[in-house]
């Protein structure tokens, strides 16, 4: 496997904020590359700007200095290859699950018969089967996040940008859905980059975890958890040794 | 069929059954609420406890009611006739208002620059009250259905405007920054996604104008028009004549309430992905 192909690479990206009051810095020189295939975690602090660093890789928002580049060519704006997992509520109030998945699917110009067959199938994936025609209120929480992983999916992404998908969520269904993302992960290849603030669902998720400072956002350590199989023991030794290996790193405001 | 799911079809039945019962029931309050209403009515002018002059009982106005369908005494035009009247001048005046004041809210909303460029002649529209354009719209319009209808316009317009503008300003950055991941374009994202978001508002206006263009119209027919229930209302008021004055305004009232449930059940149609309790 050629693991160390570049997908993605992030060159010193930088981003102020400012208004009539001052300015505020949010992200500092922050450089990563990404590795096809990977399933790559960035785990950082609350309000250390990991949304921030995600809309402009997605290119939502501006950056203000640095550079990123997609299979060696630099990008500038959206890119049609990555979809996103939005860490707020995301779906259409006013659409049905279907409708919501097929969205995407709409604006890549596929006809409505295949959209319905793509739709359907990630659906089905994320085992929402038989809530086609549900409208978001009527939604758990957990299946909510579902839905927007399904619709981020159908369009066959080469990467895949989820913002602390299961912020939101109780513990339980946390868990539960981390298994759920590992089969899907494992079941449709593809470049994942997660955020969370949460060490746990880090070392149980990624290949390789980057770790952020709080703000602003600078790349203090990257670790290679590649060696540990998945799905990972979270009792096993190794295990906790990597994860306490990690919380020493970590700020204590996380 | 397990008897596990056997069982819970029965209590579903049951739970349907319940539910009809307690509907009934509701309708049944309503309609007494209204009996109970005319009978208090009817006795407060039976004993004399006021002047039948001023106010006649229910069973009389029924009876005007009945007879008002085809003579056209004192105001020269059967109640059919008024009616059609007003109800023309308050649709058509409505009906433009929505047409123009909806997309010029939404379009407000959404694109700043033009926000700007607008706004100034708006807020300097709103705080007229419509009756003021009166005079000024008498003399340019005469009294006839255009004259009426623009004053309608004037006061659905505003609510339109402002509460279309609030509305799409409520559409959330994640399903703008999500419409944008998609590679959708402004104006797609403008109709797929600020139009239904800011619908709900929407209709909060189209509810709070409707109520206030019946007022107004009733208004403005009082003072300058040749048919009309506003016009009923006045002729009645000036020949002394009680029960013409009270059959206009329950006519008035009944109407009123008529639109408002048909825009209820528009809206319920519209918004039905709207959480219901
Ligand atoms: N549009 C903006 N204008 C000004 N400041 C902003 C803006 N967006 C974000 N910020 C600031 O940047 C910082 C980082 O925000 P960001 O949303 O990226 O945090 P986060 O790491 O995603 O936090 P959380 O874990 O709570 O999601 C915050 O302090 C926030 O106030
Ligand atoms: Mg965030």
Partial sequence: MDALKKCLEVEHISKTFYNNKGYFTAIDDVSFDVHEGEFLVLLGPGHCGKTVLLNILAGLEEKSGGRVLYKGQEINGVNEEMSMVFQLLSLMPFKTVMENVELPLKFRGMDKKQRREVAQHYIDLVGLTGFENAYPHQLSGGMKQRVGIARAYSVHPEILIMDEPFGQLDAQTRYLMQQEILRIWQEEKRTVIFVTNNIEEACYLGDRIILLSSCPATVKEIFDMSALAKPRDIVSREFLEIRSKISDQTDLSM | ?277
Avoid at chain 2, 43 to 64: G, S
Wanted: aromatic share 12%; hydrophobic share 50%.
């Fill in chain 2, 1 to 277: 069929m397990s008897v596990k799911q056997q069982e819970l079809e029965k209590s579903w039945q049951q739970y349907k059954t319940q539910q009809r019962k307690k509907n009934l029931y509701y309708a049944f309050l309503t309609v007494l609420s209204v009996v109970v209403f005319l009978a208090i009515w009817e006795a407060v002018v039976r004993f004399q406890l006021v002047n039948v002059r001023h106010l006649p009982a229910p069973t009389v106005i029924f009876q005007t009611f009945i007879e008002k369908l085809h003579s056209t005494v004192p105001d020269g035009n059967t109640l059919g006739q008024n009616v059609i009247a007003s109800l023309q001048v308050s649709l058509t005046g409505f009906f433009f208002a929505v047409l123009i004041g909806v997309p010029l809210g939404l379009l407000m909303g959404w694109f700043e620059p033009f926000d700007s460029f607008v706004r100034p002649l708006f807020e300097l529209l709103r705080p007229v009250p419509p009756i003021a354009w009166i005079p000024v719209v008498v003399v340019f319009l005469g009294i006839g259905l255009k004259a009426k209808a623009t004053i309608i316009f004037l006061t659905v317009f505003v609510s339109c405007v402002i509460n279309s503008y609030a509305g799409i300003k409520l559409t959330s950055r994640t399903h703008i920054n999500l419409m944008k991941t998609f590679g959708a374009g402004t104006w797609e994202t403008f109709f797929k996604v600020g139009v239904p978001s800011a619908m709900p508002m929407v209709f909060t206006g189209l509810r709070v104008s409707i109520g206030s263009a019946w007022s107004t119209l009733v208004a403005a027919e009082m003072l300058a028009a040749k048919a009309g229930l506003g016009y009923m209302l006045q002729v009645g008021r000036g020949v002394g004549d009680a029960r013409i004055v009270v059959l206009a305004m329950v006519t008035i009232a009944a109407l009123g309430a008529t639109l408002s449930a048909l825009l209820n059940t528009l809206e319920a149609h519209t918004l039905k992905w709207k959480e219901m309790r």
